[in-house]
């Protein structure tokens, strides 16, 4: 009877777990449902986010472009203009003040302030040279290219639509987009859990089911016992 009664115990046992799994399961798939209409609405703005592949700097360093494709052609014409100023025209800038540093530098010994003059002349010289070698840098590495100023023109539209759709800067919509990741994944885990209990109910039913089996073929035979019925087999 002490067997009978602790395996009863545990029927009992299985049988709340089941019920009360079956409850968790139930209120999380009521939940899911609910939430399932806001996921889909999620998916497609996170997929519009994404196939836009913007980065929080982009329109920065597109505006940047902007300028430098919209004005490549004044700025290579003023670079040509101030290297052929600096330094490579009769009578340059570079020329005119090399004459002077050389005639100055020859009085530099005798007085402090004619050295110092002179020093920021050597200075201004090789601040020429260099200015010069950036003028003609500039000069190679900027191009009027319609083409580049089109597709840029084109992706700062792009952006600028998205802005106004969803009232946000980029920055703003980067920590939106990385909100919708977490509330997706928050209800995949959500779902993942509600097939763990079902493991876990359906677990716990078939022990619930062994244990009253059990408990009947034990009755049957404490009965035949009773009234001497023979064995059970």
Do not use: P, W
Request: with cysteine.
């Amino acid at each position: 009877m002490q067997i009978l009664k602790k395996k009863r115990e545990r029927y009992y046992k299985y049988f709340s777990e089941v019920n009360r799994l079956e409850e968790k399961i139930t209120s999380l798939k009521e939940e899911n449902l609910q939430k399932k209409e806001k996921s889909e609405l999620y998916k497609y703005l996170l997929k519009e986010l994404e196939n836009l592949n913007f980065a929080v700097d982009e329109e920065t360093n597109l505006h940047k472009q902007l300028n430098l494709l919209s004005n490549a052609k004044d700025i290579i014409q003023c670079c040509s203009e101030l290297e052929n100023s600096l330094i490579e025209r009769d009578n340059s800038i570079y020329d005119e003040l090399k004459i002077l540093f050389t005639r100055i530098q020859n009085y530099e010994k005798d007085d402090k302030r004619i050295k110092d003059t002179s020093l920021s002349l050597e200075q201004a010289l090789f601040n020429i040279s260099d200015a010069t070698a950036g003028a003609r840098d500039i000069q190679n590495n900027i191009y009027v290219d319609e083409v580049a100023l089109a597709k840029v023109d084109k992706r700062l539209s792009e952006l600028s639509i998205i802005k106004e759709k969803y009232k946000m800067d980029l920055s703003s919509l980067e920590l939106y987009k990385n909100r919708i990741k977490e509330y997706l994944s928050f209800t995949k885990n959500q779902s993942l859990d509600i097939v763990k209990l079902e493991k876990m109910k359906s677990s716990a039913f078939d022990k619930m089911v062994k244990l009253a089996d059990s408990l009947s073929t034990k009755s049957v035979y404490l009965q035949k016992r009773q009234f001497g019925e023979g064995e059970l087999y």
